[in-house]
């Protein structure tokens, strides 16, 4: 077992600083949807939008 972590803490180091980065912009993306905040990237709302009676519908 020890080899095998030895071998491979490279591998084991990296995927787990990669699922923290993923799991802080999924809590990130929660808090925001939380907060009724649009997930948009233009942040201009769906005023405009011609899909918004498709997303929000009423």
């Known amino acids: 077992m020890i080899n095998f972590l030895a071998a491979n803490l490279g591998t084991i180091v990296v995927s787990v600083i990669l699922l923290a980065i993923v799991a802080l912009i999924i809590a990130y993306l929660v808090r925001q949807k939380k907060k ?22 009423q």
């Open 36 to 57: 009724g905040k649009s997930s948009c990237g233009c942040g201009c709302g769906c005023g405009n939008c011609p899909s918004a009676g498709i997303c929000h519908k």
